[in-house]
């Protein structure tokens, strides 16, 4: 499976952003999906994680009641709405996939797949 993360941008302490990991290739309703993200220096962290079915969703501390992980699989897209943005939140922000025949999700990096990234800037 192809991911493509897309949404990132610019934005004030306070604003919000959607991104999107569009999936091609195979079939998106068998992949648990997640959301990582890497600051300048530091190593890449958890965000949040989807099971296939959208059934099951984890939070890193961090984000927990500003971001939510959404997908739609008729679409193959997974999302990440980030609220109340924090100058800390500043990363590139990845999207990942990985085949699974269970519905759970995963926190650490043991992913088949990952997007190409998505700069996202949160000014204070």
């Known amino acids: 499976v192809q991911l493509q993360a897309s949404g990132g941008g610019l934005v004030q302490a306070g604003g919000s952003l959607r991104l999107s990991c569009a999936a091609s290739g195979r079939a998106f309703s068998t992949y648990a999906g997640g959301w990582f993200r890497q600051a300048p220096g530091k190593q890449r962290e958890f965000v949040a994680a989807?099971?296939?079915?959208?059934?099951?969703?984890g939070y890193a501390d961090s984000v927990k009641g500003r971001f939510t992980v959404s997908r739609d699989n008729a679409k193959d897209t997974v999302y990440l709405q980030m609220n109340s943005l924090k100058p800390e939140d500043t990363a590139v922000y990845y999207c990942?996939?990985?085949?699974?025949?269970?519905?759970?999700?995963?926190?650490?990096?043991?992913?088949?797949?990952w997007g190409q990234g998505t700069q996202v800037t949160v000014s204070s």
């Open positions: 990942a996939a990985r085949w699974t025949p269970t519905s759970g999700t995963w926190y650490s990096q043991d992913y088949g797949y």
């Open positions: 989807i099971s296939r079915s959208g059934g099951s969703i």
